[in-house]
């Protein structure tokens, strides 16, 4: 996922730079709540978003011109925080959100 988050930050400025019309932006939602938590037999460890909710959301900042697309509080307040810890600290916050699903 930092991956893709990091390619399309440098296609954007590749874009930007070339003057092209061409838009592009990552969305990054966290849990969605979808048929497939069911089929997986998964819980998430946060509360996921409805899925219309989340790509409503996407399509407007989409058109906003936003790059990167957070919807929701839970995720927003998590990858602002992401820009302040050091990373083992990341890390183990994420093993504990992980190791708390259920399936």
Do not use: W
């Amino acid at each position: 996922k930092a991956y893709v988050l990091r390619l399309t930050e440098a296609i954007y400025e590749e874009l930007r730079r070339a003057h092209s019309k061409v838009h592009i932006c990552a969305l990054c939602p966290g849990p969605v709540r979808t048929e497939f938590d069911d089929v997986a037999d998964v819980k998430f460890s946060v509360k996921g978003l409805q899925s219309r909710y989340v790509a409503e959301y996407a399509i407007r900042k989409m058109f906003q011109g936003k790059l990167v697309i957070v919807p929701g509080t839970t995720m927003k307040l998590a990858h602002g925080f992401g820009r302040f810890l050091p990373d083992k600290q990341i890390l183990k916050v994420a093993y504990h959100m992980q190791k708390r699903k259920n399936g």
